[in-house]
């Protein structure tokens, strides 16, 4: 079982940065590929990046690649997503996940509850 709480959501100008986290509990987080997804008001929820625990293997959705880095810190059972240029566009509710399996295309076995990334121009 892991359990995933996400943090550091909030307001920012168009062009800045943020960092959201996700703090995983349970024994075997490190051995599961985290991922973010995002969810904005009357859209589905679509995938944002990926780490694959075992060649430490990144993916990203084409719309954030080159602005956002997901990196993880299995000692602190933690994974980051560090957001640059940001744009109104990005403005979602972030949520964490996590999969047993090491497909970033899922199907995804946890959940975070999300956290909200608000980007105003």
């Known amino acids: 079982q892991v359990q995933l709480v996400e943090s550091g959501g909030g307001l920012v100008q168009a062009g800045g940065s943020l960092r959201v986290s996700c703090a995983g509990s349970?024994?075997?987080?490190?051995?599961?590929?985290m991922a973010w997804f995002r969810q904005a008001p009357g859209k589905e929820r679509e995938f944002v990046a990926a780490?694959?625990?075992?060649?430490?293997?990144?993916y990203y959705a084409d719309s954030v690649k080159g602005r956002f880095t997901i990196s993880r810190d299995n000692a602190k059972n933690t994974v980051y997503l560090q957001m640059n240029s940001l744009k109104p566009e990005d403005t979602a509710v972030y949520y964490c996940?996590?999969?047993?399996?090491?497909?970033?295309?899922?199907?995804?076995?946890?959940w975070g509850q999300g956290t909200q990334v608000t980007v105003s121009s």
């Open positions: 996940a996590a999969e047993s399996r090491g497909s970033f295309r899922g199907p995804y076995d946890y």
């Open positions: 349970g024994r075997t987080f490190s051995r599961h590929l």
């Open positions: 780490f694959d625990w075992r060649g430490g293997n990144t």
